[in-house]
C-alpha cells in the first residue's frame, strides 16, 4: 500500500517568509508525527497528533511554528517568518496506534537563505 | 541527560565479521522499543521491533534488557550493504524517543 508522503521535496526560501509542509499519512494511522533533522544531527521531535485527543506540542522551538491536522489525516506544518536556523529535513512519520512502529516519509528538505 | 544514549561510532567491521552495540534508555516505564536503520540523507526505515523475550530476524538479534534498561543489536556477516547509522528508539505512552544513532561501516 501507499506509504507516508510528504510535499514538496525540496524548499528553498527567503529568510522572514513563510512556509507550509504537507504530510499525507498512511491510511488508517491515527497518530502522526513531525521530527526535524539538521545536517549530521539526530531527529528532534516537534509535534504528535493521535487521533482526536489535543496535539502535543511540546518539541516546537517557537510560535513560529505550527501544525495542525484535518480530518484526522493530512498535516501541515507551518512556519513563520522563516530563518536561517530552521533549514533542516523535515520528516514526518504515522502509526496506526499507541505502541506501534512508525513509518517515515521521505522529508521535506528546507533551505531558508 | 538524553533519554535514550547510544555510542555514536563509527563500528568499523570487516564484511563478514560479527558487530554489536547497546543502547540505555532513562524511562523505566518506556513500553515499545524499536531499531531503525537510517542510510545518508534519506529517511529511517524499521528494522526491527524489539521483544522482551529477544528477537532475531535473519542475520540480525535484538535484545532487551529491562532491568537495566538497555536493548542492543547484534548484526551477524556484516555484508557491505548494512552500513548505515542505526537508531535505538523508545516508545513511551505514545512518545517516541529517538537516540543520536550509532554509525556502522563495513568495509571489504
Known amino acids: 500500500g501507499a506509504g507516508v508522503s510528504q510535499s514538496p521535496s525540496n524548499k528553498v526560501t527567503e529568510k522572514g517568509k513563510d512556509v507550509e509542509l504537507r504530510c499525507d499519512p498512511i491510511s488508517g494511522h491515527t497518530a502522526l508525527y513531525w521530527y526535524r533533522q539538521s545536517l549530521g544531527q539526530g531527529l528532534e521531535f516537534l509535534i504528535y497528533?493521535?487521533?482526536?485527543?489535543?496535539?502535543?506540542k511540546s518539541g516546537l522551538p517557537s510560535d513560529r511554528f505550527s501544525a495542525e491536522r484535518t480530518g484526522g489525516s493530512v498535516s501541515t506544518l507551518t512556519i513563520q517568518r522563516t530563518q536561517q536556523e530552521d533549514s533542516a529535513v523535515y520528516l514526518c512519520?504515522?502509526?496506526?496506534?499507541?505502541?506501534?512502529?512508525?513509518?517515515f516519509g521521505p522529508g521535506t528538505r528546507l533551505t531558508v537563505t | 541527560r538524553k533519554e535514550v544514549e547510544q555510542d555514536p561510532g563509527p563500528f568499523n567491521v570487516p564484511e563478514g565479521a560479527t558487530v554489536a552495540f547497546n543502547c540505555t534508555y532513562s524511562?523505566?516505564?518506556?513500553?515499545?522499543f524499536f531499531w531503525y536503520r537510517q542510510d545518508c540523507r534519506k529517511e529511517p526505515k524499521l528494522l526491527m521491533s524489539v521483544y522482551s523475550s529477544g528477537n532475531e530476524d535473519g542475520r540480525f538479534t535484538a535484545q532487551l534488557n529491562r532491568a537495566s534498561q538497555y536493548i542492543s543489536l547484534l548484526i551477524r556477516d556484516s555484508k557491505l550493504s548494512d552500513s548505515a547509522t542505526y537508531l535505538c528508539?523508545?516508545?513511551?505512552?505514545?512518545?517516541?524517543?529517538f537516540g543520536a544513532g550509532t554509525q556502522v561501516v563495513v568495509t571489504p
Open positions: 528508539v523508545v516508545d513511551s505512552w505514545g512518545k517516541f524517543q
Open positions: 512519520a504515522s502509526n496506526r496506534m499507541q505502541g506501534y512502529e512508525q513509518y
Open positions: 524511562n523505566s516505564a518506556s513500553q515499545s
Open positions: 497528533f493521535q487521533g482526536n485527543s489535543a496535539p502535543d
